[in-house]
């Protein structure tokens, strides 16, 4: 029996290291185990070795939908698309896996667009089989989507994104061909409207393995691939560029640092150890922190504060803009286990992070309180400016919206061509401030070129608002220069004071509490004492 969690990014790095998935022979009676999507994307998120990655025990069944409601039942023989049982949409299947080694086909019809679900129900009725399930194209052949385990169970759940009109095909069967007497099980054939982000359109593709992105200054678009080890940036007409070729780390997420730099997480491809690196525009690296043990998630505050997850301590690290640790946040409780996993701020400065499974926390008072409870897996989230939150859910190529205070308002917003893991980014315009385009980094799962590996962006007509800016335009102030305006010297510029007042006590005047807090940013005073009770160095 497969156990029900996912190998997610971190065996993406395995392919990197040359664990691949197998590519098994396919015919008309057998389903495919997961396997590589479009030539190379490992299809989604199985079981399989992934550090970090907590495996969850079988629960206990509940009750689930009754084969007393179907609507039609499986007809033998239906081993093959030629003899599928026929469907359509609002029917409820009822079958048995029997013998071992069976599969059953059904075909359905479906107009374009359309957003389709279908859901098995076994496990949780009690059955003993561990299904299965495939959409396949019209064709008979293409596997346009595959899923296994779904939402703590054995059961399998499939949300598909139809653009073109025809007949396809449902084939479900027993994990290694398992099967017998009394493996019942229903599927549901549904599909719900499209959400106010859809269609989405692509906005570039030919990337490798894209997972984290960033809005540059400009316009342009700052992602790392994790699986050619690289940096790229993106121009605002979608044109790929790599700004960062890594030799000898993997980047796995990027912010900017308000310097006009990038901070980007590094791990070696081993996963002992990781960092934070300087990118400059011209590509040269610096480091910025060290001695983390898997960086991940990455942002930047409303006073220009770096704050960093890592997921291997299960803790968010605070630094200064200038790489001075400042406080860590425990953040064990959240369940956190992944590098897909997300922060980000809201305009009102309160961090989220959402912990790569199925929930969403708001970090306050030095812990993490639960906001957002959806399901697997929750990846990345941004914030319009009237703090308004997107979640992408990447197993389910899905985008969610809720509001100030955690009301579900679109499920979904989105959910065309958006294949996980997905980083939601918005973007700015020529001039660096917000807009309202919102763009999202597809690794893959579920999709076909030329989605796999590409950026997407959402119907700007659905866009409410533009997005919350993140982080500061911090400026390095001379400590010399900083003293000598305390002291009735030469004035620094306005823009200045106003970053060293966001750096202290941000109460709308540049003072001598700001210049010591300064002072520590810059590693040139101990932490306050509040401060060094609640600091670990990483």
Known sequence: MTTPHRAGVLLAVAVILGALWALPATGAAQIPKPRKQGGRVPAGY????????VGRPRPPSAAGRSTALATITETEPNDAPATATSAALGDVASGNIDPAGDVDYYAFDVTAPTYLILDVDADRSGSPLDPILSL?????TTELAFSDDYAGYYDSHIEYSISTTGRYYAAIAGYGGSGGSGFFYSLQFTSRPAGPGDPTTLFATGLDGPLGSTAGPAGELYVTDINSLRLLKVSPAGAVTTLVAFSNVVPIHVVPDGFGNLLVTVEDPAFTYGAVYRVTPTGQLSTFATGLYVAA??????????WVLDVGRQKVYRYSPFGVLNDSVDVAATGVDAVDAGLAFSPAGVLHMSNSNDRVYKIDGGAPQLVISGALYLESIAFDQDGYLYVANGYLGTVQLYSPTYELVSD??????LGGPTSLVFGRDGAGAMTSRLLATNYGYNLQPPYVGSIVEMNPAGIRAPGSRIGIDAVDVAINAAADHLLGGAQVAPAAQHFLDVQGNNNGRYDVGDFRAYLRSKGQLPAAAGVAARTERP
Do not use: E, H, K, Q
């Open 136 to 140: 396949y194209a019209p064709d008979g």
């Open 46 to 53: 199985p079981a399989g070795p992934r550090p970090l990655r």
């Open 297 to 306: 998630a990455i942002t930047a505050g409303p006073d220009g504060d770096v």
């Open 412 to 417: 979904p917003f989105a959910g065309s061509n």
